[in-house]
């Protein structure tokens, strides 16, 4: 292996496919994202998925899905190629056996015919004793013919590293000056007896081979880091510079999992409950980053402007769901009508589809300060796609009046005879029933919602009426006005 040269910024996101995309996980992919696209560098996605038993085509299609929903567009990976692949772990097995080989054969390494049994023996009386549980070192001095002749016996072997002991100090992006003191590591295993290779090995021998500069990874992941420093000393590699980011907790400050059951915590569960990426994005990255101001809502644009490894915290945050479900109302009442029918393709009613473009997005724009995910498009574009409303409690009660039955019938003679249809002259007609009724305030407004939409609260009446138009507003006030009482 060479050494890499500093000046070219690469980074990775390395999911395993063992499952669903961790919002901890998305956060750590965008903050890799950010830094990349900051520093014109490369992003790289690697697939880790040695795990045999528990990998599958499925979940690596489904976390890629969600990085691509998420917008974090990756320069190379699995699904698009790059000079420095495979891209996935399991491609890779040649190349590990050979680092392994290399490795024993200069002496940093040896070959290990201890079974599991007995390594789980060793650790018991190891902890019985107050010891650590660390490799006794049974296999570290064997002599060439003795390793031979365990061979021939059909002992597997797996290859571990030879550590010494002695400090490692990390100077962290992150958590600054870290320090592993000499005897927290015993030798380790490089390669199992199956040829498959442990997560330390594997992705030093990928990261140095993929010519990765930083990596930016979850806290959980910085004890892993003495057994990597190692490595790349051995393999004559300078290390990536490391940035541990902190975890992302539960109320409790427990750490975020699907088995707490608190709150989602798969991305695929938030954009399948309605929420958009740009919502979603924006307010993980606020779990951990600190742009220096008061702002609560940091658009990719003006992340890409303030983030910095330097600004990343070191403490974990708690994921509030109610602030994102607020994060996310945000961006759906400022959305404009193309990009809410571009976020919500999979919620629109099907009526929708029949509407011409310019009132399709004037109908989504009409809607959005109603939406608090992308899930309500359905009930709220209802009333202006659907022929007829279907009316709620609240409003059944507004129409149960005769004053609003009157109000109603004398309403739509008012606005089938308007010269011209648009929301000012709507208004108008209202406030002149009003008068002839003498009614004001909710007993005006509230019946003609409740005819027009079948609810009572929603878009300014004048909207409501051009969004419906003329035919339908007419034909809604008529049939309200002739409802049986009760």
């Known amino acids: 292996m060479s050494s890499r040269p500093d000046s070219d910024v690469r980074v990775r996101f390395a999911p395993s496919p063992t499952g669903w995309l961790h919002v901890g996980g998305a956060r750590t ?55 420095l692949g495979p891209y996935r772990q399991s491609e890779r097995l040649d190349l ?27 650790r018991a009386a190891a902890r019985a004793a107050g010891r650590p549980p660390h490799y006794d070192g049974t296999c570290r001095g064997l002599s060439l013919d003795e390793r031979a002749g365990l061979a021939r016996a059909g002992r597997p072997a797996s290859i571990r590293f030879r550590v010494e002991p002695e400090d490692w100090t990390l100077e962290d992006a992150v958590r600054g000056t870290v320090r592993f003191p000499a005897g927290m590591v015993g030798d380790f295993v490089l390669l199992r007896s199956s040829g498959l290779p442990t997560y330390n090995f594997a992705c030093v021998v990928d990261d140095a081979g993929m010519r990765i500069s930083h990596v930016i990874r979850a806290e959980e992941h910085l004890p892993n880091t003495a057994r990597q420093l190692m490595l790349y000393r051995a393999v004559a590699v300078a290390p990536p510079r490391f940035a ?13 999992s699907k088995r707490s059951g608190e709150v989602a915590v798969a991305v695929g569960d938030w954009r399948r409950a309605g929420y958009v990426p740009d919502a979603l994005l924006s307010y993980l990255a606020l779990l951990g980053f ?3 101001d008061d702002r609560e809502i940091l658009s990719r644009a003006e992340m890409l402007e303030s983030f910095t490894l330097e600004r990343v915290g070191r403490s974990g945050s708690v994921f509030d769901p109610a602030k994102l479900g607020w994060v996310n109302a945000h961006y759906l009442h400022h959305a404009s009508g193309e990009q809410l029918e571009a976020w919500g393709a999979a919620f629109l009613p099907r009526a929708l589809a029949s509407v ?8 989504l724009q009409g809607v959005r300060g109603n939406l608090a995910t992308l899930a309500d498009l359905p009930s709220e574009l209802g009333p202006f796609v659907e022929e007829t409303v279907t009316l709620d409690p609240d409003a059944r009660a507004a129409l149960e009046p005769e004053t609003a039955r009157t109000l109603c019938g004398t309403l739509a003679v008012e606005l089938e005879g308007l010269a011209q249809w648009s929301g000012d002259a709507v208004k108008s007609a209202i406030q002149s029933v009003g008068r002839r009724l003498a009614l004001k305030g909710s007993a005006l407004f509230q019946p003609v919602r409740a005819a027009l939409t079948g609810r009572v609260h929603g878009p300014e009446l004048p909207l409501v009426a051009e969004l419906v ?14 409802r049986s009482p009760g």
């Open 29 to 83: 992919a965008y903050f890799n994202w950010l830094f990349a696209r900051q520093h014109g560098g490369r992003f790289v996605v690697r697939i880790e998925d040695t795990d045999v038993a528990r990998s599958t085509d499925e979940s690596e299609k489904g976390v890629l899905d969600d990085l691509a929903w998420l917008g974090l567009d990756h320069d190379e990976g699995p699904d698009r190629g790059g000079p």
């Open 469 to 482: 138009g003329r035919d339908r507003c007419v034909a809604r006030l008529r049939n309200a006005s002739r």
């Open 290 to 292: 600190h742009p220096g």
């Open 244 to 256: 541990h980011v902190p975890l992302i907790l539960n109320s409790d400050r427990s750490k975020m």
């Open 356 to 363: 011409e473009p310019a009132r399709r997005a004037a109908l």
């Open 96 to 122: 590990y056996r050979e680092r392994a080989d290399w490795l024993v054969a200069q002496g940093l390494a040896y070959p290990c015919f201890c079974t599991d049994a007995e390594l789980e023996l060793r």
